[in-house]
């Protein structure tokens, strides 16, 4: 579903629905307008139980087991389309250079706590059906340096709260591992272990990067030694003294002049 803001007006004077964030004993209030929560299916049908005649006090929405800090960041894209930190442009200028606004202030997510934060605006995207904010999160993703251990407390929440279907956030998870893992791995064995052991998936979806890989290389390896046995056949050819000469193997060797009498 594509994201249509209402008009101002729409949504101004359309009624305040209360949501409830967090377990009970840790509950947070907060409260949006009817007409921009309905932009999202989910909370459209959650909301579509009010009737003109339900009472301020009864229009609630409870989100128990969603984070506070996402559901604000959610709250914030819903009114101005983003959500802090916000994207500005780079050095560049170019869309596709644009940085986190706080990008200059802390250099490295020590511990993955920034991209936790847009790991949760992600999966309560998805949960909502608002595709945009899902984007924008994982873009913003993408543009943090975390450490070994960040990385790998993200990549836990990640295999904790998608399906494995969802190859848009997993599978660049998969592919930093599978090529970073034998240096950063030294920087966390424990939680790399520990992770390896609680989601066989995420092994097995490095492994098959990796093996992937070692496939395509093989078949790099094939067309060279394919070529190198068409360069000698030919070269054979069109030597007179071709058919005296040994079989040929793929590896090259220093060619001999010869003089015939």
């Known amino acids: 579903m594509s994201f249509s803001p209402p008009s101002i007006d729409r949504y101004l004077k359309s009624p305040i629905i209360t949501l409830l964030i967090g377990p009970p004993s840790d509950e947070t209030t907060l409260s949006a307008h009817l007409a921009l929560l309905q932009t999202s299916p989910w909370l459209s049908a959650e909301c579509a139980k009010f009737t003109s005649d339900t009472p301020t006090e009864d229009r609630i929405v409870s989100l128990p087991n969603d984070d506070i800090e996402a559901v604000g960041a959610f709250l914030e894209y819903l009114y101005t389309k983003e ?100 240096v950063l791995r030294h920087e966390a064995e424990d939680e790399f272990k520990s992770m390896i052991l609680e989601f066989p998936q995420f092994a097995y979806d490095i492994l098959s990067i990796v093996l992937d890989q070692k496939e395509k290389g093989k078949d790099k390896d094939k067309e060279h030694h394919r070529h190198h046995q068409r360069t000698n056949t030919m070269e054979d050819t069109e030597s007179p003294i071709s058919s005296a000469k040994t079989p040929r193997t793929g590896r090259k060797r220093p060619r001999t002049s010869t003089t015939l009498g």
């Open 83 to 182: 959500y802090s930190p916000r994207l500005i442009p780079g050095a560049s200028g170019k869309p596709e250079d644009m940085v986190l606004e706080d990008a200059g202030e802390v250099d490295v997510d020590e511990g993955g706590d920034r991209l936790l934060k847009h790991a949760k605006v992600y999966t309560l995207a998805e949960k909502l059906q608002i595709p945009e904010l899902k984007h924008l999160a994982h873009s913003k993703i993408h543009r943090i340096n975390s450490t070994a251990k960040g990385e790998l407390k993200y990549a836990k929440f990640v295999y904790e709260n998608t399906t494995k279907e969802d190859d848009t956030i997993r599978k660049p998870i998969a592919s930093f591992w599978a090529h970073r893992s034998h």
